[in-house]
């Protein structure tokens, strides 16, 4: 199970597609908001939807190099993305509520655990290995 996860070159190539997503989110959502288009909060959904496109693509057949047809990936790593920000949210409260660290940490804590998460789900469930 654990060589199934943990292959240092697909773990490489989500890191890389993970950077890349990041930007393209930051990229929209910084022209939409400067443009005028929308909010501040529509901007970053834009910003979301397209990088989610850019990192769903990019782990298919970048990644995971997934032979399943496409859609059958979407759902899958669509939940598996809804549960990383729940995720996010949720270790963040929890930190934050006890006070076991500061918030600065905690927030830090978060953001680092949910790509780990994340790999997890998606090397296992989104884009298993026939």
């Known amino acids: 199970m654990i060589s199934k996860i943990l292959q240092p070159q697909q773990v490489v190539r989500f890191g890389l597609v993970g950077i890349v997503a990041t930007i393209t989110h930051l990229v929209v959502a ?5 443009s005028g288009l929308a909010t501040v909060f529509q901007s970053t959904v834009v910003g979301f939807l397209v990088a989610f496109a850019v990192s769903l693509s990019g782990h298919h057949w970048f990644t995971f190099r997934h032979n399943n047809r496409f859609y059958q990936s979407l759902w899958k790593y669509a ?6 920000f729940l995720a ?26 949910v790509p780990i ?6 090397s296992l469930w989104a884009f298993p290995k026939n």
């Open 30 to 34: 910084q022209f939409v908001l400067l």
């Open 79 to 84: 939940a598996v993305a809804i549960g990383g």
């Open 88 to 113: 996010n949210i949720l270790i963040l409260a929890v930190l934050v509520s006890t006070a076991w660290v500061s918030r600065s940490i905690a927030l830090s804590i978060a953001v680092l655990a």
């Open 117 to 122: 998460l994340s790999y997890v789900a998606s």
